[in-house]
């Protein structure tokens, strides 16, 4: 196998390829201790990845028109291609023949879906001309179980599924397939609507963390859009990490806020009298009440709502024990500004930031040392050649 990916330098995924792992690692703790040393002055570890090829269990790839360097005629019917964005070129698409970060298999997949596209003349959507059909293939393999799932998210319109579903099965064992309808303007692997192909509706995914000697092992069904951490390996060490920190608190309640379907929640679940999850998105909140059943677990309460939302009911009732804990996992944003102020003015006893972003983290960390002291920093690589890399920050309330 060559050293290097066939489309490294030119697609805007794995920046770092060319890069020995250790020394992306050193990379990764030297720019987190630069970040942070304002307030840190301790070094920062850096937890490797167990996996660094095709690490990935969610990816999608998006349909898109061929680039011309020189621009066509009026009207000429632009190429349509499949793969990713081209390197700081948002409207360059990019035709991938391979991944090494993504599920294996993608090569084969993607030319049978390319010849599958071809043959029934189909055409991708245009962003610009807001024409077209074909938008994401959305690809999710459950790391632990081998379970795997192709979505294909189109625009409205007649479409042969059980042809894409023999195209897609004679190269890529996938054990569910469906086919889901976006009608927005946006380049996003969404859908309004979701037609099963081939298969059930979800596909099974489990962790398993070690605690001692003790092996605890959670059952996740994982449906198209479930929130779940894209590197599973990875993610079972973060989530170590996580159970330590709550289990040298014990906490009476826990507040898992962003709490997709429940992973952290779960995670902890013994270790807290109760845990209260909020996540916006009610799909997800609907996977973790079926995955707390199916895990055995009667502690954990889920709402739907926004954090921001949330957390304002919570100072106005005043119904938030002072001596509780809370972890964080937004998204790359960051937190809501309203929902940082209300957390600090909430003051709960311990907090446990995990950040996706770390500079968002550092722009927010000021407000969050009003109230209290920063006594733990580290990280775990869940994305292996990239620039990117997950952060936990823990934190006591100052007395």
């Known amino acids: 196998m060559p050293e290097h990916c066939m489309h490294f330098g030119d697609c805007g995924g794995c920046k770092m390829q060319d890069v020995p792992y250790a020394e992306q690692l050193a990379h990764k703790a030297t720019l987190l201790s630069a970040l942070f040393?304002?307030?840190?002055?301790?070094?920062?570890?850096?937890e490797a990845s167990p996996a660094i090829w095709h690490y990935r269990n969610k990816v999608d790839f998006s349909f898109g028109r061929k680039f011309y360097p020189e621009p066509p005629a009026k009207g000429f019917d632009r190429e349509s291609v499949l793969g990713f964005k081209t390197k700081n070129r948002w409207y360059h698409p990019l035709d991938i023949e391979e991944c090494r970060?993504?599920?294996?298999g993608m090569g084969a997949l993607l030319n049978a879906v390319r010849q599958w596209m071809l043959e029934r003349n189909l055409q991708a959507y245009d962003t610009r001309t807001k024409k077209g059909?074909?938008?994401v293939l959305l690809v999710r393999e459950a790391k632990r179980t081998s379970e795997r799932m192709v979505v294909l998210i189109t625009s409205d319109g007649a479409f042969d599924g059980a042809s894409f579903v023999e195209a897609v099965r004679a190269v890529y064992p996938a054990k569910s397939i469906q086919r889901g309808i976006f009608r927005g303007f946006a380049d996003i692997a969404a859908a309004e609507e979701?037609?099963?192909?081939?298969?059930?509706e979800t596909i099974d995914e489990c962790l398993c963390l070690r605690d001692d000697e003790?092996?605890?092992?959670?059952h996740f069904r994982i449906s198209p859009f479930s929130f779940f951490q894209t590197n599973t390996f990875g993610t079972?060490?973060?989530?170590g990490l996580i159970r330590q920190w709550v289990k040298a608190i014990r906490p009476s309640v826990l507040y898992d806020l962003y709490g997709g379907m429940g992973g952290i929640a779960f995670t902890c679940s013994d270790l807290a009298e109760q845990i209260?999850?909020?996540?916006?998105?009610g799909v997800a909140t609907q996977d973790g009440i079926y995955n707390a059943e199916r895990n055995g677990v009667s502690n954990v309460r889920f709402l739907t709502d926004t954090v921001e939302h949330y957390l304002k009911d919570a100072v106005e009732s005043g119904d938030f024990p002072s001596e509780s804990a809370v972890v964080i996992d937004p998204p790359r944003p960051g937190l809501h500004p309203k929902a940082l102020r209300r957390l600090v003015e909430l003051r709960p006893a311990n907090l446990l930031y995990i950040s996706c972003k770390p500079q968002v983290l550092a722009q927010e960390l000021p407000a969050l040392l009003e109230a209290y002291v920063l006594d733990d920093l580290r990280a775990v690589d869940l994305f292996p050649h990239t620039e990117h890399v997950e952060v936990l920050a823990a934190f006591r309330r100052k007395d």
């Open 236 to 239: 079972e060490r973060l989530y």
């Open 101 to 104: 970060i993504a599920p294996q």
């Open 214 to 218: 003790i092996l605890r092992q959670l």
């Open 37 to 46: 040393d304002a307030h840190w002055s301790r070094p920062i570890p850096v």
């Open 194 to 200: 979701i037609e099963v192909l081939h298969g059930p």
């Open 276 to 281: 209260i999850s909020v996540e916006t998105v």
């Open 133 to 135: 059909f074909l938008r």
